[in-house]
């Protein structure tokens, strides 16, 4: 578990709100992101539930990838509580992070979230 969880939020909340008409608002008692009046496309939690973790939670194109992303990188990926079983995966971000990889999962989630009037005028 990550010693100071807000200097890791602050790195997601900068990735995540960097984005076209993202904010920012507490889903569940954790931080969210979403696109304004919109779906979230990303949570941050940290020990939620005291599982330990800090970590945060992005959409995928449903559950063959996220079984290929968990398959593929185990000790960085993992299905979340919840929303698990709609294909999210958490990004655990308590270790070495490759924050290049958590902003393109964090993107790629936007993208899958965002409303087609934001992707035709040019996306992210």
Sequence with gaps: MSPDPAAILAKVRELALALPETTERESHGAPGFLIEDGKFFAYFWHDHHGDGETVVIVKTTGSDEQAMLIEADPETYFSPAYLGASGW?????????????????????????APRRLLEAGGR
């Design 89 to 113: 995966v958490a990004l655990r971000l308590d270790r070495e992070v490759d924050w290049d990889r958590v902003g393109d999962r964090i993107a790629i989630s936007w993208e899958l979230a």
